[in-house]
């Protein structure tokens, strides 16, 4: 059976990109290259346009840095690794989603404890902060120097000092920050968990919310997506009974 090939604009048109960004991905490694045809032009296959379609999902669930580490995997045959690079995304995303959750369980209920099952001190140091909201201390003075946090110093050793409104603060940071808000908007928010105005700080954790939901769908598309790449590369075939096998 003739082989069939698809030239760069329709694989470009499908995807809704230029065909400029179809050489650039084959630039990045992340692509087989083609065979040319006898005027130069690009001889793109089925496989060919499995790997793009995975890539488009895969950069809008992912990223690009992920997308691009998955798929050379595949190019490698290591298809495990692959997936795993995927979960393990969607377990940091899981994460994300629980940290979101509580944001807003606080700003609807400001008496809830700030960590369920732990009791906060009244003031407590920058690493004990940092343990208690699961984000860094490095972070935490990062967004100091972004002026979104602003805790008080101990007079004697000059030491940040932390009460549960800046954990509160914390939380509603590391929510926004995953679901790109940009700075001056955070700071408006995170002022306004500060002086106890919590509409507006619970309306913008919804739509985080939302922003998450959303990408845990593409993420989803982005897995699909990637099994049907594993298919067409042969890393997964179909016996008599429709059950996908690995080849070894």
């Avoid at 499908?14 to 630039?27: C, D, F, P, Q, V």
């Amino acid at each position: 059976m003739e082989p069939v090939y698809y030239k760069p604009v329709e694989i470009a048109r499908e995807l809704g990109i230029s065909t400029s960004a179809l050489r650039h991905y084959e630039a990045w490694g992340v692509v087989p290259l083609p065979e040319r045809a006898a005027n130069g032009y690009r001889l793109y296959t089925k496989t060919h346009a499995a790997y793009f379609r995975c890539l488009r999902a895969l950069f809008a669930g992912f990223g690009t840095a992920v997308g691009c580490e998955v798929l050379r995997h595949i190019q490698a045959g290591e298809m495990d690794a692959a997936f795993w690079l995927l979960n393990r995304e969607q377990a940091n995303l899981q994460e994300d989603k629980t940290v979101a959750d509580r944001t807003m369980e606080l700003l609807r209920n400001p008496g809830l404890p700030v960590i369920p099952g732990k009791l906060p001190k009244n003031v407590m140091t920058i690493g004990e902060a940092a343990e208690l909201t699961g984000v860094p201390a490095s972070a935490i003075r990062h967004w100091e120097r972004e002026g979104l946090l602003q805790p008080e110093r101990d007079p004697d050793n000059g030491y940040r000092l932390f009460n549960t409104t800046h954990i509160r603060q914390i939380l509603l940071i590391r929510t926004l920050r995953r679901t790109v808000y940009f700075l001056e908007k955070m700071k408006e928010i995170v002022k306004a968990v500060e002086q106890h105005s919590l509409e507006k700080a619970r309306s913008v954790t919804a739509e985080a919310l939302q922003s998450i939901h959303a990408r845990n769908r593409r993420q989803y598309d982005g897995a699909h997506q990637l099994v049907e790449l594993c298919r067409a590369v042969g890393l997964i075939k179909e016996t008599a009974g429709g059950k996908p096998v690995e080849i070894e």
